[in-house]
């Protein structure tokens, strides 16, 4: 199994750009979860899903969109990037809630808006 | 805002020494997490401990939980240089049916030299 893995390790954008954060897992898992994780500070929780279909917004949704037309895939779009949107990201993904069962991390995501 | 606050912010102990990380939460839990961060990497997950289990053991980690209060430690035993990450505890709040309020505190930084 390649577990949870993320596209692009690294990115560069514009103020304005948008772009796709890919994330996709071949566990079968239903939850999966978008994280921004900023120096000194724990992961924030932007989006998750229970499943296919389903999605809602976690403590800082702003900025961001995410779909899940599938188990596998769960993309974060980024809608017009902004210097506060510079993060390291990281998707996740769990067979149970996400607060009772242990989550698999991806290798995340370094974005830089300037 | 957050859930979980780790103490101390960082430690630095010497290789085959005990580290002794703190996590405190406000609310009522189900359950208790505890994730392990290499630099640059995703978080991995080490341990989960119930709210009706006062302490779990794997290899050499220690968990303890103790809901009155609101507190949890992780013991890693004859510590090694390749222990050096930031652990991180993450929460979930008792009424917590997918997931909604899991909360990561912001870690503990363990150097361990050689």
């Known amino acids: 199994n390649a577990g949870v893995t993320q596209t692009p390790k690294f990115q560069v954008l514009k103020t304005g750009q948008s772009m796709t954060l890919q994330c996709a897992q071949d566990?079968?898992?239903?939850?999966m979860s978008w994280y921004r994780q900023d120096p000194g500070m724990g992961l924030r929780l932007i989006h998750y899903?229970?499943?296919?279909?389903?999605?809602d917004q976690g403590e800082v949704p702003n900025g961001y969109n995410v779909s899940r037309s599938t188990t596998e895939d769960f993309p974060l779009r980024l809608l017009s990037a902004a210097p506060s949107q510079t993060s390291v990201y990281f998707c996740?993904?769990?067979?149970?809630?996400?607060?009772?069962?242990?989550?698999?991390f991806g290798p995340g995501t370094r974005l830089t808006v300037t | 805002s957050q859930q979980g606050e780790e103490d101390p912010q960082a430690l630095s102990i010497q290789e085959g020494e005990n580290a002794t990380m703190n996590c405190s939460y406000k609310?009522?839990?189900?359950?208790l997490q505890w994730y392990r961060q290499n630099s640059g990497r995703g978080l991995v997950h080490l341990i989960l401990?119930?709210?009706?289990?006062r302490e779990k053991h794997s290899g050499r980690l220690r968990v303890t939980l103790d809901t009155s209060k609101k507190s949890s430690s992780l013991l890693i035993t004859a510590s090694r240089a390749a222990d050096t990450a930031s652990y991180f505890c993450?929460?979930?709040?008792?009424?917590?049916?997918?997931?909604?309020?899991?909360?990561f505190g912001p870690g503990t930084r363990l150097s361990v030299l050689p």
């Open positions: 401990i119930r709210s009706n289990e």
């Open positions: 566990m079968n898992h239903e939850y």
């Open positions: 609310t009522s839990i189900n359950n």
């Open positions: 993450a929460t979930d709040g008792a009424a917590d049916n997918y997931g909604q309020n899991f909360v």
């Open positions: 996740a993904s769990s067979y149970w809630p996400r607060g009772s069962d242990e989550q698999y």
């Open positions: 899903s229970v499943g296919a279909g389903i999605t």
